[in-house]
């Protein structure tokens, strides 16, 4: 039985849409695998991992047959991208094999059952619904991804917190050591929800969005979150726990501030970054009046010093920081001048962009 016949490149797009969270070691081996059901000329694809699925869709089915089958995802995409950019690809379906065909090259793969494929359920109820740009949402998670969590034993610190409250969309991430907050406004106004996305799903997310105007459609439920846009359907179970109370965290009221070049302060201390060691990334800053100085020393006892001049009459404040948290945030930055605000030696210090209330960066001291 025919399922698909089109160009190479056509096919490829939804695979490389659903491939990316396809693990190759699962407990349950026929997740490796993509769900593909045809109706008509109308084929989906659908890919998960328990906690995450995608679907996307194409209209590329030939003959009317509605059919379903699963197979293993890298593979098909492997062959895909071997083949040459110009040629036609054709899949079948015959006696449990998916046979793929193109020009002189013809493959054989192994199926497995549909029926068997576990697909994440739909929740009934969605609290609420939010429209947003694409790039908009995919600005808000790239301006702060970089701060959530890794394998971190308190869980929910493992993804990225999402607030919808009035008519703004808020993200935070935090990892302990740093704090990443960033705000949109839409038009429509809401009832204030929190809900943590995982990880996995908004790296993926980073991935899938574009920097379109086209809308994407946020529906947010108790257990999960569903992101439609374009062509493709992503579900996302939640990371259950409570997120720490960013508002507390987020200093008020500092006195000492002073705004410089974020090209500049990043040159400086990747330079700087050059003499820590893997082990200890400790930079300080001493900031007096007029003068900001990066230095760092390694255990060879080498050491480097930058000097920055910087407009400031504050009071003299020296502070040492993990040289990886700043670079994070000046490199994910697109703004030519940032703010800093500092307390004492021991408190927290605060990155903003000038004339902008709708992101901020909090970095935890360091003793050095």
């Given at each position: 039985m025919q399922l698909v016949k089109t160009h190479r490149d056509t096919l490829l797009r939804p695979l490389q849409i659903v491939s990316g969270i396809v693990e190759r070691r699962h407990t349950l081996p026929i997740l490796a695998n993509i769900l593909i059901r045809k109706d008509g000329e109308k084929v989906s694809f659908l890919s998960t991992d328990i906690e995450v699925q995608i679907t996307t869709h194409a209209e590329i089915g030939s003959g009317g047959d509605v059919t379903a089958t699963?197979?293993?995802?890298r593979k098909l995409l492997d062959i895909l991208r071997a083949l040459p950019d110009d040629n036609d690809v054709t899949l079948k379906l015959d006696n449990k094999k998916m046979s793929v065909q193109s020009g002189k090259s013809r493959f054989s793969l192994q199926t497995l059952a549909a029926e068997e494929f576990p697909t994440v359920a739909q929740a009934e109820h969605f609290n609420a619904s939010v429209s947003l740009p694409q790039k908009a949402l995919k600005h808000l998670f790239n301006m702060v991804h970089f701060s959530m969590a890794q394998q971190d034993i308190r869980y929910y610190l493992n993804g990225l917190l999402l607030v919808v409250d009035g008519k703004n969309v808020i993200a935070v991430a935090t990892d302990g050591h740093r704090l990443a907050y960033a705000q949109v406004q839409v038009e429509q106004e809401f009832a204030r929800q929190e809900v943590i996305i995982p990880r996995k799903t908004i790296l993926e997310l980073q991935r899938l969005l574009e920097d379109k105007d086209d809308n994407v459609q946020l529906d947010i439920a108790n257990n999960q979150v569903k992101l439609t846009f374009a062509d493709i359907e992503l579900i996302s179970k939640l990371v259950e726990g409570k997120f720490p109370d960013f508002n507390r965290v987020i200093p008020k009221g500092y006195k000492n501030n002073f705004t410089l070049s974020r090209e500049k302060l990043l040159r400086s201390l990747q330079r700087v970054a050059i003499m820590t060691s893997d082990k200890f990334k400790g930079v300080r800053c001493v900031i007096e009046p007029g003068l900001m100085r990066i230095l760092s020393t390694n255990a060879d006892q080498e050491e480097a010093v930058e000097e920055i001049e910087i407009d400031y009459g504050g009071d003299s404040v020296d502070i040492g920081?993990?040289?990886?948290?700043?670079?994070?945030?000046?490199?994910?930055?697109?703004?030519?001048?940032?703010?800093?605000?500092?307390?004492d030696s021991n408190s927290s210090a605060l990155i903003t962009i000038p004339d902008n209330g709708d992101f901020k960066y909090v970095v935890m001291p360091m003793r050095i």
């Open positions: 699963t197979v293993a995802a920081f993990n040289v990886t948290y700043l670079l994070d945030v000046l490199n994910n930055l697109k703004v030519d001048q940032i703010n800093i605000a500092l307390g």
